[in-house]
């Protein structure tokens, strides 16, 4: 599986970001997806993810209520749509895939990230 992640960009505090995550293959809805972040000087940690089952999502504390992830399984994408954006939000994004919802960053694949920027 390959996986394009798109969508990030610089944002005001407060605003809004809709990252997408497209996926190669036919097998797109056998597959756990999840988003990850790493900022600067930190290490990579889980943001949301949806099993591939039932849809059903999962988010960190950190952005439980602000942040809502969705799959098109005809589209073969993800999305993370990102309100009530903080500065602390700024990171690298990456969608991963794996055969099963983990909140661990023991993925199969991964894609190339994209850079959020929360700043006035």
């Known amino acids: ?37 790493q900022a600067p000087g930190k290490e ?4 949301a993810g949806i099993r591939r089952s039932d849809g059903n ?3 960190a504390d950190s952005v439980k209520g602000r942040f809502a992830m ?16 903080k500065p602390e939000d700024t990171a690298v994004y990456y969608c991963a895939a794996n055969t099963y919802l983990t909140v661990s960053d023991d993925y199969d694949y991964w894609g190339q990230g994209t850079l959020v920027t929360v700043s006035s």
């Open 57 to 59: 999502t999962v988010y």
């Open 70 to 85: 969705s799959r098109d399984n005809a589209k073969n994408t993800v999305y993370l749509q990102m309100n009530s954006l």
């Open 1 to 37: 599986v390959q996986l394009q992640a798109s969508g990030g960009g610089l944002v005001q505090p407060g605003g809004s970001l809709r990252l997408s995550c497209g996926a190669s293959g036919r097998t797109f809805s056998s597959y756990a997806m999840a988003w990850f972040r």
């Open 44 to 47: 990579r940690e889980f943001v």
